[in-house]
């Protein structure tokens, strides 16, 4: 489930990804980077834990390593959370499995550690899904870093006792390296993975062994599925709706829209730098009025046009994975066109 200019550059994104997606990849960096320096300046934000009646105002840091997520301001009061300690960063308003009592909502994200958990709340989906992004992934290489030096002392144990039962044979040194270099661009390069190059390339991907967290298998699979089509149910105007094909070019900048039933049928091309904000459901409707018929099993993309295109979905998940996953695109691609 998870460097910041401040501490240290991460490695070229460009080297990893294919041309196409290196102006995306550049933007990824940059959103990391931003979410560093925000993080070790430290934030207030509405937070609240598992029996709380309601959220609190609580400061919340990251210190300069990025291993530690401080709730608090300096004081006995204060309190710190190793992220290699979190094992779930989950997004919206479902808890994590295990974690009751706790009210959340659709701009939620909760961190579950051990036996306990916190919630905090965002303005919009773009800033909470940039925090549940970036904090998992720092969190993945915590835990992986962890787990190899774990594995490192079982290795050394096990090198001292055969040394010991040979006679006193010279103990080997272990070569692991814990760093994880490339953490920072795993979920956009789980997505740019199955473009135009990955999708020609993913056995030699998987013979690279990288590992991916749930968010960069999520943002993965749905990637594969847009770039291949799928069919979905858009809500119209007069009350009624139409079944389209719905897919993504292989750059990950548009969408492309086709209504089903006619092959030779116009293809409506949006590109994703002109969704402004993609809202689930129930909050579709709160600060926006729709001419279209939209509930709450509907994802609603707002343009900069002022236009609205929605999706209905039948399963809650499935709309919330695809809520989630195509905001964090839409956020790339318009940060690549305000720097173009």
């Keep these: 489930h998870a460097s910041p ?13 294919s041309s196409a997606g290196h102006a995306m990849a550049e933007e990824a960096q940059r959103i990391i980077d931003g979410f560093v320096r925000q993080m070790v300046a430290g934030r207030e934000l509405p937070a609240i834990s598992p029996g709380s009646r309601s959220m609190t105002t609580t400061f919340v840091q990251l210190d300069k390593e990025i291993t530690t997520l401080f709730l608090g301001r300096s004081g006995a009061s204060r309190k710190s ?3 290699e300690n979190i094992e779930e960063v989950a997004v919206g308003s479902k808890a994590p499995e295990g974690v009751q009592h706790l009210r959340l ?25 940039t925090f549940a992004l970036c904090l998992g992934m720092f969190a993945d290489k915590c835990r992986g870093a962890s787990d190899e030096e774990d594995e490192d002392e079982e290795e050394e144990e096990e090198e001292e006792d055969e040394a010991e039962e040979e006679g006193g044979a010279e103990e080997e040194a272990s070569t692991a390296d814990p760093a994880i270099d490339a953490i920072r661009a795993r ?46 149910e858009m809500p119209t105007t007069v009350g009624s ?22 092959k030779d049928a116009n293809k ?37 046009e002022g236009k609205v295109v929605a999706f209905r979905f039948e399963d809650s998940q499935d709309r919330k994975v695809f809520a989630h996953c195509l905001g964090v695109l ?6 690549a066109a305000k720097k173009r």
């Excluded at 051990?114 to 773009?126: N, P, Q």
């Excluded at 839409?330 to 940060?335: E, I, P």
């Design 241 to 262: 709706s139409m079944e389209c094909i719905v897919s993504m070019d292989r750059d990950l900048t548009n969408l492309i829209i086709q209504r089903s039933e006619r």
């Design 187 to 232: 979920a956009w390069r789980a997505a740019q993975e199955t473009s135009s190059e990955g999708l020609r390339s993913e056995a030699s991907n998987s013979a690279r062994g990288s590992t991916l967290s749930d968010e960069q298998h999520l943002m993965k699979d749905f990637v594969k599925k847009m770039v291949r089509g799928r069919a979905l």
């Design 330 to 335: 839409a956020q790339g691609n318009r940060r």
């Design 5 to 17: 200019a401040v501490v240290g550059t991460a490695p070229s994104l460009g080297k990893c990804l």
């Design 268 to 304: 409506r091309v949006l590109p994703l730098s002109s969704i402004v904000r993609v809202a689930l459901g129930e909050a579709i409707t709160k600060d926006v009025e729709l001419e279209l018929q939209v509930d709450e099993r509907c994802v609603a993309l707002m343009l900069k």
């Design 105 to 129: 909502d659709d701009l939620c994200v909760t961190l579950n550690y051990g036996e306990a958990a916190i919630a905090f709340r965002f303005r919009d989906v773009e800033e909470r899904d």
């Design 81 to 83: 959370l190793a992220l």
